[in-house]
């Protein structure tokens, strides 16, 4: 958990930043991963897992099934980041590609795990899965009890889900946002209009929000645990990926830095409060992050 | 103290970094300021403290100026990084600039502070801000207790004194390694020579590196104390800082990447033993990492 005087008087709030591009993979995502594989019956392991996943997933689920020792195939989207497919790679596992903007990722990696016999790892819409990703809270809410709100990224709401759980049972009163990118705020339609709402993959620098629908299990949970969904835009974001990297020196990709981006925003009400914030993934290339921030004229 | 599988893997040594990016200011020059100015008389304290720096000293004297409640005087070179000089600004220093290639800057510090009688806060030669940034190397002891070498950078010469006098106390047995930048190697000429060799302003990226002779002080310290001194190129050095980014997550300016820069690049001799490695500073703006490690050719 990294705190930072600047951070806070950029704010005005006094933010509990809970680092998960420290985690092993470099995002949240070993923690749901990890979970559900090493539940696997020694059947299931013999045969392996599949998943599919726009970066992060994919490297937990790689470096879980490795641990396990059991196989992995992951289903990836051809313009995933570079380094997010190397890394899955370099973890073992066989990568299938496809297009993210054509094709239905869910139903390649369905069709997959029957033909093959593989387990799937779904990236949210599982309790095993969504319990472990909730760790992430848990272990923030343990080291610093006392936090008037819980800011928490959102793409298929499996974090939320699982970090709203385990905030809400440890202290009631505790106020759980989530964060969408403006372009993908499915979570926050959906929550608004009762139901799950679909929208057109979107268009955005948070490469790892980019779910045009809650999961079903998820939006169930996150329907009755989160108290609010704010939005920020891919400037805001950017914006806020430079805070980090030159005040608080640690490196955020896009998905990871929408609730700081929001904090910079005004868009998180606690004045002087003390809030947590989830960094939900490290995973950038030095050279995308160049041409984000280092030559953004937002900045 | 950050460890990484990764960076093990890569460097086949058992790395444990102290991360003084995290340090107030942003870099291990506040231990060594704090430590001599929080010991000023109090007609001392009312008349201000001078201070001539490449950036990082420069800050660390504003700001333990701004806590012990004094002002502060710093002479930059006109070609310091300019987030560094805003920071410096931004903690309520008064900022003097001069030509890093042509005025000497310990000669101008002098003069402004008999001018206005304010007390000198030298970089390094001094006992009192030697010993300061010396706990680093106490803290990571403390927190790792049997580490075989310890890497340390040299500019002129502080840290590693205050850290080999802190090391060799604590563990008599520890290897003391300083890391120069190949085109500053005054400290490993002046060792072998047996005298303080002075070089020309060497050109480099590891702008905190530059000191063209070793200190006085700190000179008679290190010929006792350091067991070897080895150098890094530049590309060694934007390939270290791609790695911390990339693999750790971690924002680390080319002064202090140099000691993992010699780790990666086989000249710290270690296979398999444990070696603390100061990550000295994390003080590089977006737009500058961007050119050096974003667009390097090296990577």
Redesign the interface.
């Known amino acids: 958990v990294?705190r930072s005087r600047t951070l806070n008087e950029l704010t005005g709030i006094d933010v509990h930043l809970k680092a998960e591009?420290?985690q092993r993979g470099?995002a949240f995502k070993f923690r749901g991963a990890y979970n559900r594989i090493s539940r696997l019956s020694s059947q299931e392991r013999d045969r392996g897992v599949a998943a599919y996943s726009s970066g992060n997933h994919a490297q937990a689920v790689a470096l879980a099934a490795r641990l396990v020792g059991t196989s992995a195939v992951i289903v990836m989207p051809q313009d995933a980041p570079p380094?997010k497919v190397a890394a899955t790679r370099g973890y073992g596992a066989q990568v299938v590609t496809y297009d993210r903007y054509g094709q239905d990722r869910e139903e390649i990696g369905r069709q997959l795990a029957e033909e093959r016999g593989l387990t799937l790892v779904p990236p949210y819409d599982d309790p095993v899965v969504m319990a472990g990703q909730g760790t992430a809270a848990l272990e923030l809410i343990e080291e610093v009890s006392d936090l008037h709100a819980l800011v928490v990224p959102i793409s298929g709401g499996g974090l939320i889900a699982g970090s709203a759980t385990a905030a809400k049972a440890l202290r009631p009163e505790i106020r759980v946002i989530g964060v969408e990118p403006a372009a993908g705020d499915d979570t926050r339609r959906s929550l608004e209009a009762g139901r799950r709402i679909r929208i057109r993959v979107p268009r955005t620098i948070a490469d790892g929000l980019q779910a045009p629908i809650p999961g079903e299990l998820t939006f169930e949970v996150n329907g009755r645990l989160v108290d609010e969904v704010v939005t920020v835009t891919d400037d805001e974001i950017v914006e806020a990926m430079?805070v980090l990297?030159?005040r608080l020196?640690?490196?955020?990709e896009p998905s990871g830095s929408v609730g700081v981006a929001a904090a910079l925003s005004g868009r998180i009400e606690a004045a002087g409060r003390g809030v947590g914030i989830i960094l939900s993934g490290?995973n950038?290339?030095?050279?995308r992050?160049?041409?984000l921030?280092?030559?953004?004229p937002a900045?």
């Open positions: 990294l591009v420290f470099g380094e430079g990297f030159e020196k640690v490196v955020v490290g950038i290339g030095a050279s992050f160049a041409d921030v280092g030559a953004s900045r």
